[in-house]
Nanobody, 134 residues
Framework: AVDLVESGGGAVQSGGSLTLSCAAA?????????????IAWFRQAPGTEREGVADIDAENRATYSDAVKDRFTISRDNRQSTVTLVMNNLKPEDTAMYYC???????????????????????WGRGTQVTVSP
């Protein structure tokens, strides 16, 4: 099992930047070390479905949605068990609750966030709010 806690959300103006962090606590008696997990960021605006933003594996290979590619950068520190999402050139349409989620590598592949059916198998944090004003 893995517990995830997001931080770093806030309110910025259009064109601004924010850095989100996802801290993981892995069960030391569990079967899977932190490096076994593929970590993803999702976001959900009111009245919309949760959508994937990016994910990253233990080797720092990453995938991105077209909506954020070239503006957001995901990175990972396996020693600190954290994943960071640097968001630049933010737009009002980026306003949403941002969640991180984890799945076990091998059961899922990099890019797992693209299939809605995979969401039920993930472990989720509680989210952090990002608000971008025009």
């Amino acid at each position: 099992a893995v517990d995830l806690v997001e931080s770093g959300g806030g309110a910025v103006q259009s064109g601004g930047s924010l850095t989100l962090s996802c801290a993981a606590a892995v069960d030391p008696w569990g079967s899977f070390p932190y490096e076994s997990f593929i970590i993803a960021w999702f976001r959900q605006a009111p009245g919309t479905e949760r959508e994937g933003v990016a994910d990253i594996d233990a080797e720092n290979r990453a995938t991105y949605s077209d909506a954020v590619k070239d503006r957001f950068t995901i990175s990972r520190d396996n020693r600190q068990s954290t994943v960071t999402l640097v968001m630049n050139n933010l737009k009002p349409e980026d306003t949403a609750m941002y969640y991180c989620a984890a799945v076990v590598r091998g059961r899922y592949n990099l890019g797992w966030w693209q299939a809605r059916g995979n969401l039920d198998g993930a472990s989720w944090g509680r989210g952090t709010q990002v608000t971008v004003s025009p």
